[in-house]
């Protein structure tokens, strides 16, 4: 089983910058789905995620200002977060969907979520 751990959330000013950081405790032979989700109260939202095949997706409000990035080296999934914005706020998740081996079931997982607070 793959345990994520995020960091990096906190406090900071609108137009700020706050990078956050996701570690898995495995690399899983299959990723399917790697990346940010963003909880307000309610359904999880997509922020930025990589696809199975290595391409990105954002989210329109995350386009031009949010960048994500991947290490597989170290396990670690980053988002680099610039131009933030007070709608910005919220719980952030890290998420995987992945086969641990070929033939195994897919799986999922996620962090245990870190705080982005962005004041006006």
């Known amino acids: 089983q793959v345990q994520l751990v995020e960091s990096g959330g906190g406090l900071v000013q609108a137009g700020g910058s706050l990078r956050l950081s996701c570690a898995a405790s495995?690399?899983?032979?299959?990723?399917?789905?790697i990346g940010w989700y963003r909880q307000t109260p309610g359904t999880p939202h997509m922020v930025a995620v990589f696809?199975?095949?290595?391409?990105?997706s954002y989210a329109d409000s995350a386009k031009g200002r949010f960048t994500i990035s991947r290490d597989d080296a170290k396990n670690t999934v980053s988002l680099q977060m610039n131009s933030l914005k007070p709608e910005d706020t919220g719980v952030y998740f890290c998420?995987?969907?992945?086969?641990?081996?070929?033939?195994?079931?897919?799986?999922?997982?996620w962090g245990q979520g870190t705080q982005v607070t962005v004041s006006s």
């Open positions: 998420y995987i969907s992945y086969r641990m081996r070929m033939g195994t079931p897919t799986r999922d997982a």
């Open positions: 495995a690399r899983p032979s299959r990723i399917n789905t």
């Open positions: 696809s199975g095949d290595g391409t990105t």
